[in-house]
């Protein structure tokens, strides 16, 4: 998404999908997995007769309500989306002027569709053609329609791709910058948003400015350090401006000698793991070893991570008591780049410690505390969680956060009551600003914007064209949109470039005074601590990051459109001459990736013949490492399950409620409950991702320290999880993988 | 026209074109009364699970009915109704012989095995959160029964966690009363409120 108009977030919001006239959820469960998201779901759908157009491989909770269901199998959503833009091309479907005025290189698109047929999406799918024309009839002819995409895209070789053209597919129909449209990507759990947006990846700095050393002399100011300081912490200042590795492909740092020579020299040797359920990634088998041949581990939870239970290490694993979001205070971020305040119930019970509390300790014992507190810019003396509230919002402007005080999130929080729900408009001492100031927040006096790339509201209220962010020519084209499209009260009508002090005054049409021009010199809207570029691109009705146009073609991408391509374990191996996957890659995320070779090692599905489908459940969360610790969680579902057709399973001699077998690709086995369901198809099997504490067969509950057990145990589905890594983002595919089931 | 205060009569609402079988009810309503696990004074009931286009779920409790069949074939005459309509029972006078569960329509009765609500094989099941006989509030209402949230003037816990408020429950005038806004609204190209948030 943000290769595609400049950030990677949602661009309406839960409220907004009322004003939908048609709901595509594709790759996503949200009544099993955002109940609350469902409630507005369910009336756009009551009230403002949205068609309801589930695509999934199951018959899911959410598809239970749809209007339209279209079962795909596994890995093929690139080709029924070309089969959608294929046929809303040829139905004169198309946003003729908002792709003139807004898109760059939808020709390209246009193109690739031609060999997705109805008959081919098909053959491909395996859904069939009416139910493809059914959908895109009902979408394409809504005005406007929004796309809802969770895990259920993301997790896969070509996840990149799949949210790329999802992005395009709204292009297509002109649905984007408008309420009711937009692609609605429900987060995988609470403040998933907020982790990306603060940094929590391999491969940016906060705000995700990059790592290039421009950014690290940015943050070096921001933080108050010194920035040779913060290279002199670094091997070298290569490693410092490398990708690290991710969470995906960090067990092949420990396990895979190759890849040391993208580590400087060295395997990974320690792990920290804070809040993360590391069993969710695909290969548990490996991720065990890995945990085995690391010389140190420590888990960061309130309960005890179930991967220091997988691990067989004797020594150097240390579990530290985390408090929970009831123990303490600070902003949390939903799936809609909204902001609330979140306060303190009680003190951490027992032994647990607030997170920022463990973290400080380790400066400390590290002796970098000074320079870790140094960014509030108070020294020891700060006030916890505020100051580094205040510290956040004045840093990540790239994403506008400068309006996002701690007091004014407060005031919102306070003042939930006084917000619409569905516009997320205040009233009273509220009035005019959005619920949670959901970013872009300018500056302390910008009220939010809660639908990106609007054009039809100025800047000051939340308006904004796409962004700048991709250069102003490619190869002749113009990349900044047309005349007639910016947003209301702009200045400049049609595109422009993102804001510097090279050109503010030429394009604000205003004259700065010497104190201000010496205050911005060297700096744009990125860099500007003054707040003078923003302030006065926003008073000439300018979007600090430019108005641009959208782009189909990444140019730096392996797929410069988004392509489909059969997953590495494919059941249907006679695609994999026609849609085979990309070369194998060197150092991608400091590991080595195969693709290619690992697509033709064999033909896989000849030993593994059953399709996975992989999904989470309405009773647990994550690994369900807190929620199978729930007695009544627990209750309604305390057991690892396979769903399976009851024909598949009629012809593998499996009787309901028994014991089967299911073997991975890799080395991983489990043994779980067949459980016979309509919900597959008949080549299917349905493996909840929730469970941990069994391991192939032996249960774990012994290894648990003393009364820390859940009630609720079950195999772990990533044990049989194929390898495969997403393309370009290193996501691991935990959606499509082949097995074979037996009778235990 | 007479005098008499105005009584609620109180009634569930369960819409199946919005219960998305999430079990919050449930597990709000075990949470709550600390119920033992196994007993299911609340339960959502999917039908024709997996079949496209035919799957239907509902959340059901005791629909606490003005003229309760329980109430009527009880040998103890152990339940009473309430002047808002809801019908609770006594535990002490309770013998447990399940005769309730042939009477009822909806399969509301429970017989817990053990634990907190009092002696094996007593009859349990939803208090519309309205306790019991024991004194209001008091640890040995909980113990037997539950909270006792209508007392505090309180919506009871399933209703009040439903995650997308396709479970209702209150005076019957203005359940009824929702149930026609939502009716009206029903297909005018409009966005109203949430039902929560």
Redesign the interface.
């Known amino acids: 998404m943000a290769n595609t108009w400049g950030y990677g977030a949602m661009t309406n919001h839960i409220g907004d999908m009322q004003n939908s006239k048609a709901i595509i959820i594709f790759g996503a469960n949200p009544a099993s997995n955002h109940p609350i998201a469902m409630q507005h779901i369910l009336k756009a759908k009551e009230q403002n007769g949205a068609k309801i157009i589930v695509i999934d491989p199951r018959y899911t909770k959410t598809a239970a309500k749809s209007d339209v269901y279209c079962r795909i199998r596994t890995g093929t959503d690139i080709a029924f989306m070309y089969g959608m833009i294929r046929l809303i091309r040829d139905n004169n479907w198309v946003d003729k002027s908002f792709i003139a005025d807004r898109v760059y290189g939808m020709e390209d698109i246009f193109t690739e569709c031609e060999k997705f047929t109805p008959e081919h999406v098909e053959d491909v799918t395996g859904c069939p053609k009416e139910l493809l024309i059914q959908a895109t009839t009902a979408f394409a002819t809504a005005e406007p329609g929004c796309l809802i995409w969770n895990q259920g895209w993301t997790q896969h070789t070509i996840g990149s791709s799949n949210t790329r053209l999802g992005s395009i597919l709204q292009l297509t129909l002109g649905n984007m910058g408008k309420p009711g449209g937009g692609c609605n990507i429900l987060r995988g759990h609470d403040n998933v948003q907020a982790s990306t947006d603060l940094g929590c990846l391999a491969d940016t700095l906060p705000g995700y400015y990059g790592l290039s050393e421009g950014s690290w002399k940015y943050f070096s100011k921001q933080w108050n350090v010194d920035y040779d300081w913060l290279k002199g912490r670094f091997k070298s200042k290569k490693m410092m401006e490398s990708k690290g590795f991710s969470l995906g492909l960090w067990i092949h740092g420990v396990l895979e000698k190759e890849n040391a020579a993208n580590n400087a020299d060295t395997p990974l040797k320690a792990l920290v793991c804070i809040g993360n359920g590391i069993s969710t990634i695909t290969q548990t088998h490996k991720v065990k070893e890995a945990l085995d041949k690391l010389d140190l581990v420590v888990f960061i939870d309130p309960f005890v991570n179930d991967a220091a239970v997988i691990t067989t290490r004797g020594d150097n694993m240390f579990l530290l008591p985390a408090a929970t979001q009831v123990e303490t205070s600070g902003t949390v971020v939903n799936t809609a780049r909204s902001a609330q305040w979140r306060t303190k119930v009680v003190e951490p019970l027992y032994e647990a410690r607030e997170d920022q509390e463990i973290l400080f300790d380790f400066a400390k014992r590290m002796g970098f505390y000074k320079e870790y507190v140094a960014g509030m810019g108070k020294g020891e003396k700060f006030t916890w969680p505020e100051d580094a509230t205040n510290e956040i919002a004045r840093s990540l402007k790239t994403i506008g956060f400068q309006g996002r005080t701690a007091e004014r999130i407060k005031k919102h929080t306070e003042n939930w009551h006084l917000f619409d729900s569905v516009s997320l408009k205040g009233k009273g001492v509220t009035e005019k600003e959005y619920y949670g100031l959901p970013w872009p927040c300018w500056t302390e006096k910008h009220p939010g914007s809660p639908v990106l790339y609007n054009i039809n509201l100025p800047v000051s209220q939340g308006g904004m064209g796409f962004r700048n962010r991709f250069g102003t020519e490619r190869n002749g084209s113009d990349l900044l949109s047309a005349k007639g499209s910016a947003p209301v009260g702009s200045k400049i009508d049609g595109g422009y470039a993102e804001i510097t002090y090279k050109n503010i005054e030429e394009l604000a049409g205003i004259t700065l005074t010497a104190a201000e021009k010496k205050a911005v010199e060297g700096k744009n809207w990125k860099t500007d601590d003054s707040g003078i570029l923003v302030d006065k691109a926003i008073e000439a009705g300018l979007a600090p990051y430019g108005n641009a146009r959208a782009r189909t073609i990444v140019w730096n991408f392996i797929d410069n459109i988004p392509k489909h391509r059969e997953p590495l374990h494919s059941f249907r191996p006679d695609l994999v001459k026609q849609y085979p996957a990309v070369k194998d890659r060197k150092n991608h995320y400091r590991t080595n990736v195969r693709y290619e070779s690992e697509q033709n090692a064999q033909e896989w599905v000849k030993d593994y013949p059953i399709n996975i489908v992989s999904g989470r459940i309405v009773e647990h969360m994550g690994t369900g490492t807190e929620t199978r610790a729930s007695k009544y969680l627990a209750e309604l579902s305390g057991e690892m399950y396979g769903e399976v057709h009851p024909n598949l399973a009629a012809k593998l001699g499996i009787k309901d409620n028994e014991m089967m077998w299911v073997y991975g690709t890799g080395e991983g086995k489990i043994k779980i409950r067949c459980k016979y369901s309509l919900r597959v198809d008949e080549n299917s099997v349905f493996l909840p991702q929730n469970f941990s504490g069994v391991w192939s067969g032996e249960s774990l509950e012994s290894k648990y320290p003393k009364g820390t057990a859940p009630y609720s145990f079950g195999e772990s589905s990533n044990q049989v999880t194929s390898y495969g890594y997403d393309q370009q983002t290193s996501c691991p595919e935990t959606k499509c993988s082949l097995v074979r089931l037996e009778r235990a | 026209m007479n005098n008499k205060p105005d009584f609620a009569r109180m009634k569930f609402y369960c819409d199946e ?2 219960c ?5 009810c ?2 709000a309503c ?2 709550a009364h600390e119920v033992p ?2 007993v299911n004074r609340r339960k959502v009931v999917t039908i024709n ?5 035919q ?3 509902v959340s059901m409790a005791c629909m606490h009915c003005a003229d309760a069949p329980c109430q009527q074939v009880c040998p103890t005459d152990c339940f009473y109704i309430r002047a808002d309509g809801i019908v609770l029972h006594d535990k002490d006078k309770c013998i447990g012989c399940g005769y309730c569960l042939f009477a009822c329509p909806f399969g509301a009765p429970q017989f817990p095995k053990d634990g907190a609500f009092g002696t094996k094989g007593k009859m349990d099941k939803c208090t519309m959160c309205a306790g019991g006989p024991e004194e209001t509030n008091s640890h040995e209402e909980f113990e037997k029964y539950g909270q006792n949230r209508i007392s505090e003037g309180k919506v009871p816990m399933c209703a009040s966690m439903c ?3 396709a479970l209702l429950v209150g005076d019957a005038d203005e359940v009824t009363l929702i149930k026609t806004y ?1 009716a009206v ?13």
Do not use: F, P, Q
Request: proline share 0%.
């Open positions: 074109n919005l998305i079988d999430c079990n919050g449930v597990v075990k949470e696990v196994g699970e997996g079949i496209v286009g799957e239907i779920s995650s997308t408020k939502r609204s029903k297909g005018k190209g409009i966005a109203t409120e949430a039902m929560g948030w």
